[in-house]
Nanobody, 126 residues
Framework: QVQPVESGGGLVQPGGSLRLACTAS????????IGWFRQAPGKEREGVSC????????YYADSVKGRFTISRDKATNTVYLQMDSLEPEDTAVYYC???????????????????WGQGTPVTVSS
């Protein structure tokens, strides 16, 4: 069973930074496109960023472009989401997802992802 696990969420002030991590045991994240999604209170889940498999071509939603950075660490089997210049609007539960059946490139659409983590909450507030 492919099951990613998120960590790194927490409370941060506006303008601050957090780094989320997506890890897995028993399979290599490097073999799959990985997506980060988020769901704010009372809102639908939306795509934030994704990274293609292998060398990792990234993609970002317009709302986070220039502030968030997705990357892979093959040595630790981890996909990171570095979040800088955080805004209250970034408050949400963040989910990592694995595209097990897709091609090499990532697509930031929920229906493309088969395996989801439990989520890690991020709160941006003063």
């Amino acid at each position: 069973q492919v099951q990613p696990v998120e960590s790194g969420g927490g409370l941060v002030q506006p303008g601050g930074s957090l780094r989320l991590a997506c890890t897995a045991s028993g399979f290599s994240l490097d073999h799959y496109p990985i997506g980060w999604f988020r769901q704010a209170p009372g809102k639908e889940r939306e795509g934030v960023s994704c990274i293609s498999k292998g060398d990792g071509l990234p993609y970002y939603a317009d709302s986070v472009k220039g502030r968030f950075t997705i990357s892979r660490d093959k040595a630790t089997n981890t996909v990171y989401l570095q979040m800088d210049s955080l805004e209250p609007e970034d408050t949400a539960v963040y989910y990592c997802a694995v595209d097990q059946d897709g091609g090499p490139l990532c697509v930031i659409a929920q229906s493309w992802y088969e395996s989801w983590g439990q989520g890690t909450p991020v709160t941006v507030s003063s």
